[in-house]
């Protein structure tokens, strides 16, 4: 039986409810819960039970659903209700045109991020003509969508894929099986470079945690109490990642390598300057709303070209 919560008021065809009324109902009670996109999430969520295409919403909804897909449904529209991300109740994230399975021990993959993918694809597209192949190290992998993507678009590389989560390096060896990229990455447990000694990349980038610890509360409440903290904590003044991984630049990027970042809002110039301290040709990269979202440089200046922005 369904819960007494969505029995009322609504069109029954025999003892089983139609999918647009299904709908409607769980639209309802995502908007009487403020949830911002309550259209766009229910729609998710029931599209993702049936395993169907938004398309099928929209041509069957007079199709009668039974209890065990109106009851999941329901649980999902409830877990929702409740603050829990979209995508941690699917499980699933588009992130470069890939699918990426993700869950409560990952960062849930951004749209802004991508830019900082395809600012590493530009760098190694610039490299093609060495006809070498490039090794890329992903710093705090987390679902694996960088290092995924990257090894997926990058025809000639390989990928060293760290975080200090087990079970975060589980979730991103899974998506690398899903995205037919298992043979190009190698996972890693290690806290920055602490294991990866004598290591030296062509690339390294990062989307490191870089939210000011005082900052965390302020957050919306799908990030601050369902994301992990661990991912999101960038210390004081949400540098402390930046600091740690520029340190180690040196040793671990070959000279005229990339160091590649995502930052967050108003810490460009702050990353920026760290990155002169050992690097040049030190630039900014907006992201579609104009916001400043990654900062990169090289270790030192080669015959290579410089990424386009």
Not at 142 to 161: F, K
């Amino acid at each position: 039986m369904l819960p007494e919560l969505f029995q009322n008021g609504l069109a029954w065809n025999g003892v089983f409810m139609i999918l647009r009324d299904a709908l409607f109902k769980g639209i309802e009670t995502l908007r009487n819960a403020k949830i911002e996109t309550p259209d766009t999430d229910a729609g998710v969520m029931l599209c993702s039970v049936l395993k169907r295409d938004r398309v099928f919403l929209y041509t069957h909804g007079d199709e009668i659903l039974d209890d065990s897909v109106l009851n999941r449904f329901f649980e999902c529209i409830a877990l929702r209700a409740a603050g829990m991300p979209v995508q941690y109740i699917t499980g699933v994230q588009e992130f470069m045109s890939l699918e990426f399975t993700v869950n409560s021990h990952v960062l849930i993959p951004r749209h802004d991020t991508e830019i900082l993918v395809e600012t590493v694809i530009a760098f190694a597209d610039s490299c093609r003509d060495t006809g070498r192949e490039l090794h890329i190290l992903d710093i705090g992998t987390g679902s694996g969508c960088i290092a995924v993507s990257l090894a997926h678009y990058i025809e000639n590389c390989r990928v060293t894929a760290t975080d200090t989560s087990e079970e975060a390096l589980k979730t991103a060896r899974i998506n690398s099986e899903k995205n037919g990229v298992k043979e190009k990455i190698a996972f890693k447990k290690s806290d920055l470079f602490e294991n990866l000694k004598g290591e030296c990349f062509d690339i390294i980038v990062s989307n490191p945690p870089y939210i000011p610890a005082g900052d965390i509360k302020d957050l919306q409440k799908e990030v601050r109490d369902y994301e992990p903290l661990t991912a999101l904590d960038g210390g004081t003044d949400g540098l402390d990642f930046y600091r740690a991984i520029i340190g180690g630049v040196p040793e671990h990027l070959k000279p005229g390598g990339l160091i590649a970042f995502e930052v967050g809002i108003n810490q460009a110039n702050a990353v920026a300057e760290l990155l002169d301290k050992c690097c040049h040709e030190v630039k900014v990269v907006k992201d579609l709303g104009g916001i400043d979202r990654v900062v990169y440089g090289r270790l030192k200046k080669t015959d290579m070209a410089t990424p386009q922005k």
